[in-house]
């Protein structure tokens, strides 16, 4: 049908040689983030229409075989619209999917987060609310324990209202120990986050330029370990730039990747930058 929607996944060896691709569909889905289970497969997440419930789309799980093989798709969620951007493997062998959500009685949408154990049995959830809106776009495991999640929080009047960062920080049972927002007048998008070699979180995404003209520089952000800003600055162009994903190597240099269209080859151009260990 015409809500059919259709993706492909694709395994390769260290070389990039291609094992097996795999076909899958859903009504209405899109996907945003895997990780490897420990059986060898995988976990596969998005939001997609549930079957039951098609009036908004649900929170969806796709787990794989080792073989790229569908073992089962389950929906998430409640009556409103329910959505995952991550999964992770979490160090007790279990795994915690993070997005957003509008349901449960809420009238913004807020940051929701999943701990699935090593059955993939639901141990538990959590949605948080700012009062304005909040969604997580990303979520790591801390070496302190617990997890940090990342993503976008509304901000200003509902006249007008623009994206800002947001960290939040929750223990292993993803109960709250604090929430920080990072923002000014202009928008601004988190999509990554990693923690430091030094304890820290470094959050990656992208900003709306001084000038005016809507377009937006790759914006990097460095927090402490409670959520008290370090630095903050940008890269960029004339253009629009973006970062989706971020290392940090053992000489404590970060390498960022994500998109540019200020340089390379015109339209939009992958684009790896590599800082030292102090960008800014």
Request: proline share 1%; net charge negative; with cysteine.
């Amino acid at each position: 049908t015409e809500r059919d929607a259709r993706f492909r996944l694709i395994r390769t060896d260290e070389f990039g040689e291609v094992l097996w691709s795999r076909e899958f569909k859903v009504l209405a889905g899109i996907w945003n983030s895997l990780c490897r289970t420990t059986d060898n497969g995988f976990l596969i997440v998005g939001h997609a229409a549930n079957p039951e419930n098609l009036d908004n789309p649900d929170a969806v799980v796709l787990r794989v075989s080792a073989e790229g093989d569908s073992l089962w798709t389950r929906y998430l969620g409640g009556d409103g619209m329910d959505a995952f951007s991550d999964v992770i493997t979490t160090s007790d062998g279990g795994y915690l999917l993070a997005g957003y959500s509008d349901s449960f009685e809420r009238e913004d949408f807020g940051g929701y987060m999943v701990k699935l154990n090593g059955n993939f049995e639901e141990q538990w959830s959590r949605c948080f609310d700012n009062g304005s809106g909040n969604s997580f776009n990303t979520v790591i495991e801390a070496s302190r324990g617990g997890f940090a999640l990342t993503g976008t929080v509304w901000s200003g009047e509902h006249d007008h209202q623009i994206f800002d960062y947001q960290l939040v920080r929750t223990d292993s049972e993803g109960e709250l120990m604090w929430n920080q927002s990072f923002g000014t007048e202009k928008a601004e998008c988190c999509l990554s986050v990693i923690e430091t070699n030094d304890q820290c979180f470094l959050l990656a995404g992208y900003n709306e330029m001084a000038n005016g003209n809507g377009s937006f520089d790759i914006h990097l952000l460095k927090s402490d370990n409670r959520g008290r800003m370090v630095w903050s600055g940008s890269y960029g162009g004339e253009g629009d730039e973006q970062c989706y994903s971020l290392i940090q190597l053992e000489n404590g240099c970060f390498v960022l990747a994500g998109v540019t269209d200020s340089y390379g080859e015109g339209g939009k151009d992958m684009w790896l930058v590599k800082t030292g260990p102090d960008p800014m």
